[in-house]
């Protein structure tokens, strides 16, 4: 299916038939394509890139299509990458995460920081993490596939 052109978001390089690819909802979803491009926000003079996932009901492309600017994206795959890690060691605590202690790293980010911490203020924190535990070892293929595509891009890249 043919990602739409005359849309406010402008794509550049596309990802046509996501649905063939998309993790565990792949041939079963409404996620059609991926993009990045010229963000729908842009005003004059002010351009930003962004990512788009095409949703399509299967008579329209729909309006719960979601754009991000690329930076949340990235530190959306920070925030991926950095609990990923954080899972590795997480069984040595009782309750796979310390109560008194909830924050899990400090990462700098111009100039600030991007505080990840476990959320304490969920009243189901201590069946969410075991479930989100037991989802990552289950996906654990999908997710280290796109991980290790990532890691051999950022390599090439020089990073």
Known sequence: ????????????IVVEDYDKIDGNYAL??????????LA???????????GKVWRHTGEKWSR?????????????????????????????HEKFYDPENPEIDIIGLQGNRMT????TDNPMI?????????TLQKDGELIGERMR??????????Y
Do not use: C
């Open 40 to 50: 729908q926000w842009n005003d004059r003079g002010k351009v930003d890139i962004s």
């Open 1 to 12: 299916m043919k990602i739409p052109t005359n849309l406010k978001h402008k794509p550049v």
């Open 64 to 92: 719960q299509s979601e754009e991000l600017p690329i930076t949340r994206i990235l530190d959306l795959a920070i925030l991926v990458a950095r609990g990923n890690l954080y899972f590795q060691d997480a069984y040595r």
């Open 28 to 37: 079963d979803t409404d996620a059609k394509g991926l993009s990045l491009g």
């Open 126 to 134: 201590d069946e969410d993490i075991l479930l989100y535990y037991d």
């Open 149 to 158: 595509v990532l890691k051999r891009l950022l390599d090439d890249l020089g």
């Open 116 to 119: 990840v911490e476990v959320d």
